[in-house]
Antibody, heavy 122, light 107 residues
């Protein structure tokens, strides 16, 4: 059974760095073809893909967030991480991690976590 | 970036009705187009993959079609539990992008 669960600080101040953790079970990020992605959703708005990391440590980022994103993984502990630097109120959102994959092409987000709400406020 | 335009933004339907939701891409995404359902206060759920492939556990009333730039999600016999927002997403090229969603309201 595949499960994912996000965790984060809940609230942080503008200009700080947001650190998110995705803890998962039922699969391994060392298995060929497996990827984990981060997607966010501001309240009442749509979905925005942020970043993806795959089994062989390849990474993809949404260029709209320029150089603010860093995705990483800890294969031994079944975790993936996302850091967003210099946050502001526009980064207030529910952050989801999701399992996807790559087998000659990217496969869709078949499994999602419950999401973690992050509020940026002074 | 590939822009996905979904229409209509909101659709009011009667239970039992057959409906179609549209997703149009700004450039060809072949069949790398997926559909998700998001119920209120829940995470998105994958409904249809690669434009028309069904997902285990998803009711058979949901189906998808299309290729290139024009895609359709159909619900054959809408039920009350289908009250949701439906998003399309392209997986053909990075950055992955989502449509803005179609909200399904039940009359």
């Amino acid at each position: 059974q595949v499960t994912l669960k996000e965790s984060g600080p809940g609230i942080l101040q503008p200009s700080q760095t947001l650190s998110l953790t995705c803890s998962f079970s039922g699969f391994s990020l060392s298995t060929s073809g497996i990827c984990v992605s981060w997607i966010r959703q501001p309240s009442g708005k749509g979905l925005e893909w942020l970043a993806t990391i795959c089994w062989e440590d390849s990474k993809g980022y949404n260029p709209s967030l320029k150089n603010r994103l860093t995705i990483s993984k800890d294969t031994s502990n079944n975790q993936a991480f996302l850091k967003i630097t210099s946050v502001d109120t526009a980064d207030t959102a529910i952050y989801y991690c999701a399992r996807s994959g790559y087998y000659s092409s990217y496969i869709p987000f078949a499994y999602w976590g419950q999401g973690t709400l992050v509020t940026v406020s002074s | 970036d590939v822009v996905l335009t979904q229409s209509p933004a909101t659709l009011s339907v009667t239970p039992g009705e057959r409906i179609s939701l549209s997703c149009r891409a700004s450039e060809s995404v072949d069949t790398y187009l997926h559909w998700y359902q998001q119920k209120p206060n829940e995470s998105p759920r994958l409904l249809i993959k690669y434009a028309s492939q069904s997902i285990s556990g998803i009711p058979s009333r949901f189906s998808g079609s299309g290729s290139g730039t024009d895609f359709t999600l159909s619900i054959n016999g809408v039920e009350l539990e289908d009250l949701s927002i439906y998003y399309c997403q392209q997986g053909n090229s990075l950055p992955f992008t989502f449509g803005s969603g179609t909200k399904l309201e039940i009359k």
